[in-house]
């Protein structure tokens, strides 16, 4: 092929993107071995109030583990499957990682991307959800890791947008359905109609459910709940229509962390299990909607303890899969960016989204999903970047 053949297909796939130059993957980080499972706990927690025996507990989930949370090997596998769509699709945006809480931290790998000259930044949380903790605490990391840039003296700050909430779009949720079905497909046949679906989730305070989008709008446990509440829907829904078996199903909730006189989300997962066998359901699929991969929350609460406690009860169970590095993920992904890019560039774009709440909003609004504290928040309305 002669170069001039070839010359014109780089500057349109740069095209794509624009205005992106760059897409971070941004997630919580996890352990890589038994020394850094306090260090990593101390990250998360500062500042927190979380109980000293809550975090020996935590502690011991990851020892069990032999210190390694699986969460930075899978977000190594998404990276993969990410470049490797936008390979495959000509899309020529360099793909780069960091984390919250442990190595690579956002902070470097940000100083690593302006360095590399990229100016405006696509942002993928790990994090489906709206929610201080699936939103905001993102965007305050992303202010902090700017901050620390400007007083290092980087002459210009990178832009960084935060793309959209994306538990609606097909790409999250149709691998989630085709999850339970093998996981039904897994029960011992005699119980497998009349399983329950339990849908899960990380929980979190109620106040901050309640503000997580006005609850004028959205009601008791505010978007965060609602959400949830959709996307179980969605895939209730589909398994119904697979099946031709309608189950029963419930939003649950994991994970509890904080002091025991803060109401937070309920009821637990192993509450949940025990009501069920008490009132006669012959099996149940723990479906963890809130998460994107088999992390320590998954493994542990979920497959260790849940699964203890259901073993403990006689009760049948199965665990249906995260998205995790599933193609269908990456191929939204890029639907994501490209979707932004068009709207940044000022173009309509179609968006993508199941159930009823309809796509969510490009940029967070000022006191969505509140601060704690009065702490600056980067991609929002309220972002004191540019
Ligand atoms: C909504 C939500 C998500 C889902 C959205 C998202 O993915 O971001 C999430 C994910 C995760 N949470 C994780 C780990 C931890 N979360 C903790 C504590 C907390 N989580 C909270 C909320 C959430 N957490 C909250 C309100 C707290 C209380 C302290 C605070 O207000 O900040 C603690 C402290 C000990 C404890 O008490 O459990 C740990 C160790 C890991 C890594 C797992 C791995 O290593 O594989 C992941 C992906
Ligand atoms: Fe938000």
Same mark, same amino acid.
């Given at each position: 092929?002669?170069?001039?053949?070839?010359?014109?297909?780089?500057?349109?796939?740069?095209?794509?993107?624009?205005?992106?130059?760059?897409?971070?993957?941004?997630? @919580?980080?996890?352990?890589?071995?038994?020394?850094?499972?306090?260090?990593? #706990?101390?990250?998360?927690?500062?500042? /927190?109030?979380?109980?000293?025996?809550?975090?020996?507990?935590?502690?011991?989930?990851?020892?069990?583990?032999?210190? +390694?949370?699986?969460?930075?090997?899978?977000?190594?596998?998404?990276?993969?499957?990410?470049?490797?769509?936008?390979?495959?699709?000509? #899309?020529?945006?360099?793909?780069?990682?960091?984390?919250?809480?442990?190595?690579?931290?956002?902070?470097?790998?940000?100083?690593?991307?302006?360095?590399?000259?990229?100016?405006?930044?696509?942002?993928?949380?790990?994090?489906?959800?709206?929610?201080?903790?699936?939103?905001?605490?993102?965007?305050?990391?992303?202010?902090?890791?700017?901050? $620390?840039?400007?007083?290092?003296?980087?002459?210009?700050?990178? /832009?960084?947008?935060?793309?959209?909430?994306? @538990?609606?779009?097909?790409? @999250?949720?149709?691998?989630?359905?085709?999850?339970?079905?093998?996981?039904?497909?897994?029960?011992?046949?005699?119980?497998?109609?009349?399983?329950?679906?339990?849908?899960?989730?990380?929980?979190? %305070?109620?106040?901050?459910?309640?503000?997580?989008?006005?609850?004028?709008?959205?009601?008791?446990?505010?978007?965060?709940?609602?959400?949830?509440?959709?996307?179980?829907?969605?895939?209730?829904?589909?398994? /119904?229509?697979?099946?031709?078996?309608?189950?029963?199903?419930?939003?649950?909730?994991?994970?509890?962390?904080?002091?025991?006189? +803060?109401?937070?989300?309920?009821?637990?997962?192993?509450?949940?299990?025990?009501?069920?066998?008490?009132?006669?359901?012959?099996?149940?699929?723990?479906?963890?909607?809130?998460?994107?991969?088999?992390?320590?929350?998954?493994?542990?609460?979920?497959?260790?303890?849940? $699964?203890?406690?259901?073993?403990?009860?006689?009760?049948?169970?199965?665990?249906?899969? $995260?998205?995790?590095?599933?193609?269908?993920?990456?191929?939204?992904?890029?639907?994501?960016?490209?979707?932004?890019?068009?709207?940044?560039?000022?173009?309509?774009?179609?968006?993508?989204?199941?159930?009823?709440?309809? %796509?969510?909003?490009?940029?967070?609004? +000022?006191?969505?999903? %509140?601060?704690?504290?009065? /702490?600056?928040?980067?991609?929002?309305?309220?972002?004191?970047?540019?």
């Amino acid at each position: 092929m002669s170069d001039q053949l070839r010359a014109p297909e780089a500057p349109v796939a740069e095209g794509l993107a624009a205005p992106y130059d760059a897409l971070l993957l941004l997630s @919580f980080g996890g352990p890589e071995g038994p020394d850094d499972v306090v260090p990593f #706990l101390e990250n998360v927690t500062r500042g /927190r109030g979380i109980p000293r025996e809550r975090l020996k507990e935590v502690g011991q989930h990851y020892f069990g583990f032999g210190g +390694v949370s699986p969460i930075n090997g899978q977000n190594r596998e998404l990276l993969d499957a990410l470049r490797k769509d936008f390979a495959g699709h000509g #899309l020529d945006l360099p793909v780069y990682w960091g984390n919250r809480n442990w190595a690579p931290y956002l902070t470097d790998v940000l100083r690593e991307m302006a360095a590399d000259g990229r100016r405006r930044i696509a942002v993928l949380a790990t994090s489906a959800y709206a929610s201080y903790s699936g939103c905001r605490q993102y965007r305050e990391n992303l202010a902090d890791a700017l901050a $620390t840039l400007a007083e290092e003296g980087v002459a210009e700050l990178p /832009r960084v947008d935060k793309l959209r909430h994306y @538990f609606n779009h097909p790409g @999250f949720v149709q691998p989630m359905i085709d999850g339970v079905l093998a996981s039904l497909a897994g029960l011992p046949e005699e119980v497998r109609d009349g399983a329950h679906l339990v849908f899960t989730t990380h929980s979190i %305070p109620t106040a901050a459910a309640d503000t997580s989008g006005p609850v004028e709008e959205h009601g008791e446990g505010g978007a965060y709940v609602r959400q949830h509440l959709d996307v179980a829907r969605v895939i209730a829904d589909a398994v /119904r229509a697979e099946t031709g078996t309608g189950r029963p199903w419930e939003l649950v909730y994991q994970s509890r962390s904080g002091a025991p006189h +803060v109401p937070w989300l309920e009821p637990d997962v192993c509450d949940h299990l025990e009501a069920l066998h008490a009132a006669g359901a012959p099996a149940a699929v723990m479906v963890p909607i809130g998460f994107v991969s088999d992390h320590m929350e998954v493994l542990y609460d979920l497959d260790t303890e849940a $699964t203890a406690k259901a073993a403990e009860l006689g009760l049948p169970v199965a665990r249906s899969a $995260t998205v995790g590095a599933d193609p269908r993920f990456a191929a939204a992904v890029r639907d994501l960016v490209l979707e932004r890019a068009a709207a940044e560039r000022g173009e309509g774009v179609e968006r993508c989204a199941l159930g009823l709440l309809g %796509p969510s909003h490009d940029l967070c609004a +000022v006191g969505c999903c %509140p601060a704690r504290g009065p /702490r600056p928040a980067a991609a929002g309305a309220d972002s004191p970047y540019a």
